[in-house]
């Protein structure tokens, strides 16, 4: 099985030592996985002008890393996102990597689920995961918020939301429920 973890934190903390255990956790179950720490990548804000859909179909017209990013994605089996929780949300760090999924799928719709929604680009999208740190003042919440945030994305995306956990969970727990062969 082919992962990578997208690091959405956007500065360092104790959370991108849980990110690094859970990494550990899912190669000593064969898992590939790549790691990437995006607070160290150039990656631009989407700015909605959709010449990925239409100039350029699939190619977004910055030139940073999601032009290395992006590409390899379709490849993989589970996406984890990872970010410690602000307010309830994910940081702004992986919400810009979110936004710019955007060449992923194509601009013409189709029934999904009983909601209409993108038809994808590629045959293959990779399930997701969200792997989380509640922040200072989240709660319970706050977590039920990013799960239906990432929920939603999963109908977007049309693939599956493979887990939702946080960093106090025990690590090979979490792994076995990313692990689906």
Known sequence: MRVIILNGNPSPSSFDGSVDSLADGLRGRGCHVD?????????????????????????????DAMDDILPRMVGYDLVVWASPLVMGAISYVLKAVQDRFIPLAHPYIELYKGECHHRHRYEFNADVALYTQLGQGDGPDDLALARRFFERFTLNTQTNLRFVATADMNVGEVCDEAVVY
């Open 35 to 63: 790691h990437e720490l995006l607070r160290d990548r150039d990656v631009k804000l989407c700015i909605g002008c959709w010449s990925c859909w239409w100039k350029t179909p699939g190619l977004c017209v910055h030139r």
